[in-house]
């Protein structure tokens, strides 16, 4: 498959790209900086640049064109200000998903978060992050012409991967290896079976495909 990745330069993208590339997957990842090319290359991904805050429509669509999956895993970071919450966890989200569509790419994938919600109180910038992915969620859940998966991790977290992992439509609070993050979203990609599916995600005790292979089958 070409899948193409949003916010390809990423911590969870990074290890997505070299997963897929050792699949056998064509990945082809979103970036801002030009000097990132090389960190994607080094993990097997074709690198673009394009800004997705400030791209059109068109242009991202011309991108996604002969692309098997999408999969949005983009945002303004921590301690990027309320308004780029809103540019890009929001609308870049909305605008690749529009994209999608129109370059009739069905399957959509979003690295969301745990606690996501459009109507999320509280005046704190991560407050503003969890209702801009909460609404972009919601936008993704709407478009008919998507195969979408929506995923909301735990807290992430930098250790090594256990391959472990709980998967369910409510799993509570918890963290998660972004190793098991990536690992994850690659076998979500090969199942379509789970599109439609809004799911959390923590470390637990099931193997990454069997919690995979189980989600699809309920």
Do not use: C
């Not at 966890?89 to 959509?108: I, P, S, Y």
């Not at 690295?111 to 909460?134: I, N």
């Not at 929506?150 to 998660?176: E, F, H, M």
């Amino acid at each position: 498959m070409r899948i193409v990745i949003a916010g390809g330069h990423g911590q969870i993208a990074l290890r997505l790209e070299r997963l897929l590339s050792a699949r056998g997957h064509e990945a082809v990842g979103i970036i801002r900086k030009p000097e990132h090319a090389d960190d994607l290359r080094e993990a097997g991904a074709e690198p673009v640049v394009l800004d997705l805050e400030s791209a059109s429509l068109d242009e991202v669509a011309t991108l996604l064109q002969g692309a098997d999956a999408a999969v949005f895993a983009a945002g303004a970071g921590p301690g990027s200000g309320v308004a780029r919450k809103e540019t890009v966890d929001r609308g870049a989200a909305m605008l690749f998903a529009d994209a999608a569509e129109q370059a009739g790419v069905r399957r959509f994938m979003v690295v969301s978060s745990m606690g996501a919600d459009a109507q999320h109180p509280g005046d704190t910038e991560f407050d503003a992050y969890l209702r801009a992915k909460g609404a972009a969620d919601d936008y993704v859940r709407s478009k008919s012409g998507l195969d979408w998966t929506i995923l909301r991790p735990g807290r992430l977290a930098n250790d090594a991967g256990t391959g472990l992992v709980q998967l369910k439509a409510s799993t509570g609070p918890g963290t998660v290896p972004r190793d098991d993050v990536a690992a994850v979203i690659a076998e979500l990609l090969e199942t379509p079976a789970t599109a439609g599916l809004t799911l959390e995600l923590i470390s637990g005790s099931v193997p990454v495909t069997v919690a995979v292979r189980d989600i699809a089958g309920n």
